[in-house]
């Protein structure tokens, strides 16, 4: 795995072999703060996705506690149509411990967005479903 970033908030890791963008949230962090993270790992997909086909992303919101609607609404209208613009197909989420982050991150989730979005309790299983279909997806385009 390569470090793309690594910062007290976050740490942006790649992982090539399933392929994916990883992100670790180290720390709760809200407004600014959280949305300036989301857009920088939003370059690092754009700029990874011309080099790797169907890179996945995997964010782990383990550290992460509530954050605000307008913050989860700013997920939903904006991140999302520019992910999917930069062509994420598949994105997984790690559940933070926080039960107010939970709710949170179940509250974006059930606004739709254009590409599939799954939920873990585990690091592990969101890499070996990625990876899995990924494979499954790489399968029907030969």
């Not at 740490?11 to 709760?28: C, E, G, V």
């Not at 989301?38 to 700029?47: I, K, P, R, S, T």
């Not at 992910?83 to 059930?110: C, D, N, W």
């Not at 599939?116 to 385009?141: G, M, V, Y």
Request: net charge positive; hydrophobic share 45%.
């Amino acid at each position: 795995m390569m470090t793309l970033k690594d910062n007290k908030y976050t740490s942006i890791t790649l992982d090539t072999t399933i392929p994916a963008l990883i992100t670790f949230i180290k720390k709760p962090m809200i407004g600014q703060s959280f949305r300036k993270e989301f857009e920088d790992g939003l370059m690092l997909y754009a700029q990874k996705s011309r080099e790797l086909d169907q890179l996945g992303w995997i964010i782990n919101f383990g550290k992460m506690s509530a954050f605000k609607a307008d913050d989860q609404d700013w997920m939903h209208n904006e991140w999302n149509r520019t992910l999917a613009k930069a062509g994420l197909t598949h994105l997984a989420i790690v559940m933070p411990e926080s039960i107010f982050g939970q709710i949170a991150v179940k509250r974006y989730v059930a606004q739709k967005a254009e590409f599939t979005i799954q939920l873990f309790d585990k690091f592990e299983e969101a890499r070996q479903w990625l990876d899995k279909t990924n494979k499954t997806i790489w399968l029907r385009e030969a």
